[in-house]
């Protein structure tokens, strides 16, 4: 068995050219380029992916190989997996899987019989060996081709940089090398999730945060590493879709990755080392003021501006004013996708990835972020305690919030917030009734307070836009005037929220 390390980029297909005159690959010892041709087994109801299994052959010129994979480590483009690779000679043959478990599953008559072709990818692979320091080794290959299943085709286009030999953090070096002059960035769906999701005729659609696999004994350092590279997944998940659709959605689902990470850092924070956090955060700190107005002029357009025009459509000076707000929110996500699309957001999530790596290298390897991790033996004693300091803060906020206070109401929407992304964050160690009790209360209180926020800060941004034309200040009056019996119900909705939330008791985690 060998363990497949490797990072993987997405390249845009018009910068082929570019990548090709990178500066790096004249270091190679040795290039090369052939075709690949890979045809993904499964059954019908793909019992071998839900296995965690993956079965391939590969045809590189008249040799055929057979490889097996089995789920290992993947987040953000990084991914670490046992593999197994041997010559095919006309049938399947498990005999060299030294995982008995592996082995004996596979292996299985009824399960052999009904393993079947389901996708197949066809590419160009043009691959450099770089020996970028003294005892490391990698690969560098560009693919180049396509993706078939059920009579639907995508491209192939990304980069791959796997581990030969040596160290591991070479591989981000490389990539940030890349992402200096050519817009590359951490691809989250591999070719076979690809072919999968094509063989299952999924369409695109926008990515939530998943569910994560958290114990009670794990170290909690350990749990911050898959927590945080969860939500730099989350991230990757929604690029695709927010830089070639018009869907709001990924953009809004790429800024709740942002933020999940910032709360994840935030509640780790004891365990973390000395400026760890400080150096993600400032190294995000570009991309989430992109996409926080994009966002912006998101919900300015259709919560707040469009229900009014809907409600008097035949006030003209509404239809100008829209017809502004319109323009800018088309500007602000057009330097958006801009910024998503350029080298600038690619060395951003490498530079994060990298550094979240880094520390699983570390804590894997058996060391600790700080003294304070060594005084927490399990993640169950360290998430309580997280927990309780969290839910005294919102129930302090809570005591001194007033309706008449706007920023005491967002102080207190941000302290739900964070409480509630730790209850997501540590859910696997509860109860799941008990949970979402906990979680739809905070839900609601939280969109509550955060449409309030909206709406207080729609005035500013609507005034923006009208500038000194008196019309259009007109009918920035008309929209506050429409919103105030919805602003006044949204108040009125606080208080009995912030009772129900002094009754509320988080959930027990159990061993």
């Known amino acids: 068995m060998s363990e497949e390390i490797e990072l993987k980029l997405a390249l845009p297909e018009a910068e082929h050219r570019n990548f090709l005159r990178h500066p790096l690959l004249r270091k190679a010892t040795r290039r090369e380029s052939y075709q690949l041709v890979n045809l993904y087994y499964d059954t019908p109801d793909l019992a071998l992916r839900k296995h965690g299994v993956a079965l391939r052959l590969r045809a590189q010129g008249k040799v055929w190989l057979q490889t097996v994979k089995c789920a290992g480590q993947a987040a953000g483009g990084i991914s670490a997996r046992p593999e197994w690779e041997t010559s095919y000679a006309g049938h399947f043959d498990f005999s060299a899987i030294d995982d008995l478990a592996v082995r004996n599953w596979l292996d299985r008559p009824k399960l052999r019989s009904r393993i079947a072709p389901i996708f197949e990818t066809n590419f160009q692979r043009m691959a450099w060996i770089l020996a970028p320091a003294a005892g490391t080794e990698l690969i560098l290959v560009l693919d180049r081709g396509w993706i078939a299943a059920g009579g639907r085709r995508e491209a192939i286009s ?141 919900v300015l357009l259709a919560e707040i501006a469009e229900p009014v025009l809907h409600a008097l459509p035949d006030e003209p000076r509404l239809a100008a004013l829209i017809g502004i707000i319109t323009d800018r929110r088309f500007e602000r996500r057009r330097a958006a996708v801009e910024f998503l699309r350029s080298p600038r957001y690619g060395l951003i999530t490498l530079e994060t990835l990298s550094d979240l790596h880094g520390h699983a290298e570390k804590v894997g390897a058996g060391g600790t972020a700080t003294e304070a991790d060594a005084l927490t033996q399990h993640l169950l004693e360290f998430a309580t305690d997280r927990l309780h300091r969290l839910r005294k803060k919102v129930l302090m906020l809570a005591h001194r919030a007033r309706i008449d206070d706007p920023p005491s109401l967002h102080a207190l929407r941000i302290a739900i917030k964070r409480l509630r992304y730790a209850l997501e964050f540590f859910s696997p160690l509860a109860s799941p009734v008990a949970m979402r009790r906990i979680l739809s209360h905070l839900v609601t209180l939280q969109e509550t307070l955060g449409q309030i926020n909206d709406l207080a800060n729609a005035g500013a941004l609507l005034m923006d836009c009208a500038d000194n034309e008196a019309p259009l200040r007109e009918a920035v009056t008309l ?29 027990k985690l159990r061993p």
């Open 479 to 507: 929209i506050g005037g429409w919103h105030g019996p919805r602003h006044q119900t949204l108040l009125l909705a606080i208080k009995p929220g912030l009772k129900q939330l002094g009754k509320l008791h988080l959930p």
């Open 158 to 298: 990304e980069i791959e940089i796997e581990l030969l030999r040596g160290d591991a953090a070479h591989l981000f070096t490389v990539a940030r090398t890349l992402a200096e002059r050519v817009p590359v960035a951490p691809a989250a769906r591999s070719k076979a999730d690809r072919g999968y999701r094509l063989f299952r005729q999924v369409p695109l659609a926008p990515v939530k945060a998943g569910p994560l696999a958290l114990a009670a004994a794990d170290d909690p350092a350990a749990a911050f590493s898959r927590i945080a590279l969860s939500c730099l997944d989350h991230l990757q998940q929604n690029h695709v879709g927010a830089i070639s659709t018009d869907d709001p959605e990924y953009i809004h689902q790429m800024r709740v990755a942002t933020r999940r990470l910032r709360a994840a850092l935030r509640l780790f924070a004891p365990l973390l080392p000395v400026d760890f956090a400080t150096q993600i955060v400032a190294a995000l700190r570009d991309m989430m003021a992109v996409l926080g107005q994009a966002r912006d002029l998101d």
